[in-house]
């Protein structure tokens, strides 16, 4: 069954959200929500910084769907200074992100490079780069942006997922059967990972 074109953008755009907070959670730095009705404008609070609460607030914003506040919390994050090099490259990749949401590919790619450039040790802008790839029909460009992100970060579940998905494209079965066991071995809980590879095994008996 193939994906809708829409709907695989924000699934996309979710799973980076996701690789994000997991981040910060081996961090051990609390990220807390933003409330139902986000303000134009928010002051720091508790022990995070301007920065990183705008990042907060932003990531809060674009879950729910509000690309254009969190295109504002970034923006305001990034102008605060943040003196974290990993928080001013998650900044940009919110924005990223939004663009993407938006289907303005062309400014999202921008922001993804910029966030890798900012922080090169960071691997979600190169997953996400994968990811825009991908919807563009830029596989081979998609494939060597998820082969980065996992030299980055070995144990990056969603990178394996995003390319066993390039793969299943593609028709490489056993490389896509491969990568979703990698992903599955990351990360067991990935539902929809072990529905693909359910039906991958048993397309290659037939």
């Known amino acids: 069954m193939e994906t809708h074109p829409l709907t695989l953008i924000v699934t996309l755009i979710l799973a980076g959200l ?15 929500p933003a409330p139902a009705r986000t303000p134009a404008r928010v002051t720091a609070s508790g022990g995070d910084t301007p920065s990183e609460d705008f990042l907060n607030r932003a990531i809060a914003a674009l879950r729910s769907g ?17 003196g974290n090099r990993r928080v001013r490259a998650s900044l940009l990749n919110v924005l990223g992100n939004a ?12 922001w993804f490079r910029e966030a890798a450039d ?20 830029r596989f081979e460009e998609a494939e060597s942006a998820y082969r980065e992100a996992l030299r980055l ?12 998905t390039l793969y299943k494209k593609e028709q490489r079965i056993d490389e896509a059967v491969h990568a979703f066991e990698k992903a599955l071995e990351l990360n067991p809980g990935m539902e929809g990972v072990r529905r693909n590879l359910d039906y991958l095994k048993r397309f290659r008996k037939e």
């Open 66 to 82: 509000q690309t254009h506040s969190a295109t504002g919390f970034a923006e305001e994050g990034l102008r605060s200074n943040p």
């Open 153 to 164: 970060d070995p144990h990056y579940a969603d990178a394996y997922n995003n390319l066993g």
């Open 99 to 110: 663009q993407v949401s938006e289907k303005n590919y062309d400014a999202g790619e921008r």
């Open 18 to 32: 996701a690789g994000f907070l997991i981040w910060r959670t081996r961090n051990r730095k609390k990220i807390s």
């Open 118 to 137: 900012t922080d090169p040790a960071f691997s979600f802008p190169h997953s996400n780069l994968g990811n825009l790839y991908f919807i563009r029909g």
